[in-house]
């Protein structure tokens, strides 16, 4: 599995657009690359996934660069409620544990109003 | 939206007791998995299934076993609790990469916070 890197902590004001990059320099072909949050005293929620390019959902934005070391989470408009743990997870679908998923330590979006 | 529900939310027991820890989901998924969250650890599969009668072992599985008796509901036991079981456990679902969406879009229920005494 390749080995992501995050910022560890971010601050942004309601409204603002917040992007969370995801650095993930060994990042197989047969990798794809997940997005999910975590809300204090709830589970984590998946927002996004992609190969490469660009992914769009109703949630948020998924940049992806074109070596495919590098994407960013992008969060249109951000509110209090966006404030989370958000984790870049890098995996392969073929991995032989069907969907395991590892977290790291993700980054902490602090939102203030 | 996905359904994931959890029972109980909170539970302290002592050294030694049984435990069981309820699962349910709506969502007619195939998969489910139970996960503990520790700081330090991040998130820990435990145990995983992909189906009713089904069982795979996770990363941790030693101190727990886990029952799936229909395809909503999967449970987690703890016969013998130790202080190294307390921990935020998570159950999730998915439906192991068919209809086009991969097994790694999970739905993840509220939790159970465990303490061992």
């Known amino acids: 599995l390749a080995k992501t890197t995050q910022p560890p902590s971010m601050e942004a004001y309601e409204g603002q657009e917040v992007n969370v990059s995801c650095s993930h320099t060994?990042?197989?072909?047969?990798?794809?690359i997940y997005w999910y949050r975590q809300v204090p005293h709830q589970g984590p929620q998946f927002i996004i996934q992609?190969?490469?390019d660009y992914v769009v959902n109703e949630v948020a934005s998924l940049f992806i660069s074109a070596d495919r070391k590098l994407s960013t989470l992008s969060l249109p408009w951000v509110s209090l409620r966006d404030a989370a743990v958000y984790y870049c997870?890098?995996?392969?679908?073929?991995?032989?544990?069907?969907?395991?998923?590892?977290f790291g330590r993700g980054t902490r979006l602090q939102v203030y109003a | 939206e996905a359904a994931v529900t959890q029972s109980p939310r909170n539970k302290v027991t002592v050294t030694g007791g049984n435990v069981t820890l309820s699962c349910r989901q709506t969502?007619?998924?195939?998969?489910m998995y139970w996960y503990r969250q520790d700081t330090g650890h991040g998130l820990r599969l435990i145990h995983y299934?992909?189906?009713?009668?089904?069982?795979q072992i996770g990363d941790v599985p030693d101190g727990y076993k886990a029952t799936r008796t229909t395809q909503e509901d999967f449970f987690l036991l703890l016969e013998l609790a130790s202080p190294s079981q307390t921990s935020l456990y998570f159950c999730?679902?998915?439906?192991?990469?068919?209809?086009?969406?991969?097994?790694?879009?999970?739905?993840f229920g509220p939790g159970t916070r465990l303490t061992v005494l």
């Open positions: 060994n990042i197989a072909t047969s990798e794809y």
């Open positions: 997870i890098v995996t392969d679908k073929g991995t032989q544990v069907v969907g395991q998923l590892t």
């Open positions: 299934s992909y189906g009713a009668g089904n069982l």
């Open positions: 969502n007619s998924h195939n998969y």
């Open positions: 999730a679902s998915s439906d192991g990469g068919l209809g086009g969406r991969s097994s790694y879009e999970q739905y």
């Open positions: 992609g190969y490469k």
